[in-house]
């Protein structure tokens, strides 16, 4: 495995933004198995050649920008798809609400009829019906 070393020796390697494009690779091959598609294929290609470069590239700063930029969009994505879960899940019980103010999303029980809401965030306060 020392050549492996030598051959990896101030390349970038792999990282989570690599990882993330071979996954969609991956799932591309099994959505173009069920089409047999050319264009799919063709992506898939791409992306494989995408993610050779990046791990086999001398230029670690840009790659670890990119990784950082992924990261960053990935992170966001993650915690809007657990803020709706826990929005469906509440759903019965509670009402949610956006901020007039700050758009900060609140959330109040269902049934109290008409209340008045102060955001925790910015203080602004309105009137609504639950
Ligand atoms: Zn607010």
Request: glycine share 6%; charged share 25%.
């Amino acid at each position: 495995m020392n050549w492996l070393k030598r051959v990896m020796m101030g390349r970038n390697g792999a990282d989570q933004l690599n990882l993330a494009i071979l996954l969609v690779g991956m799932v591309l091959i099994l959505i173009g198995s069920f089409f047999r598609s050319t264009v799919i294929n063709f992506l898939v290609l791409i992306l494989v050649l995408i993610s050779v470069f990046r791990m086999f590239s001398k230029n670690i700063q840009a790659r670890s920008r990119e990784n950082a930029v992924f990261l960053r969009i990935w992170h966001r994505l993650k915690n809007f798809l657990y803020r709706e879960k826990l929005r469906l899940q509440n759903k019965k019980t509670y009402k949610f609400f956006g901020c007039p103010g700050c758009k900060k999303t609140l959330r109040v029980p269902k049934g109290k009829g008409r209340i008045y809401i102060t955001c925790p965030k910015c203080g602004e306060r309105f009137e609504s019906k639950t």
